[in-house]
């Protein structure tokens, strides 16, 4: 499966944006979705994983629990990182991952999207 990342920017603190991953090339369906982000200097890290279903189980890493929501429309084939109330430290690379399970993790991911920079400005 091919994975497009899209829609990181500059933002103030405080801000909002709203990243978009389109997959293609197999049925997206079958496949559990999660962003993860690598900040200079650091490892990349887990943010936030969905299943299969639109609506599906979701897990985030504690460190945006309560600013950011991730969803998937699999009728476009689209998985979303909704983030809110963004700090500096959420600056990085955010990348999207498919993992070919029915149900969202940290880590086992197989199929990886090129990365979309969000940088929060203070």
């Known amino acids: 499966v091919q994975l497009q990342a899209s829609g990181g920017g500059l933002v103030q603190a405080g801000g909002s944006l709203r990243l978009s991953c389109v997959a293609s090339?197999?049925?997206?369906?079958?496949?559990?979705m999660g962003w993860f982000r690598q900040a200079p200097g650091k490892e990349r890290e887990f943010v936030a994983g969905?299943?299969?279903?639109?609506?599906?189980?979701?897990s985030y890493a504690d460190s945006v629990k309560g600013r950011f929501a991730i969803s998937r429309d699999n009728a476009k084939n689209t998985v979303y990182l909704q983030m809110g109330s963004l700090k500096p430290e959420d600056t990085a690379v955010y990348y999207c991952?498919?993992?070919?399970?029915?149900?969202?993790?940290?880590?086992?991911?197989?199929?990886w999207g090129q990365g979309t920079q969000v940088t929060v400005s203070s």
């Open positions: 090339g197999r049925t997206f369906s079958r496949y559990a």
């Open positions: 969905i299943g299969w279903s639109t609506g599906g189980s979701t």
């Open positions: 991952a498919a993992r070919s399970r029915l149900l969202p993790s940290d880590s086992g991911y197989d199929y």
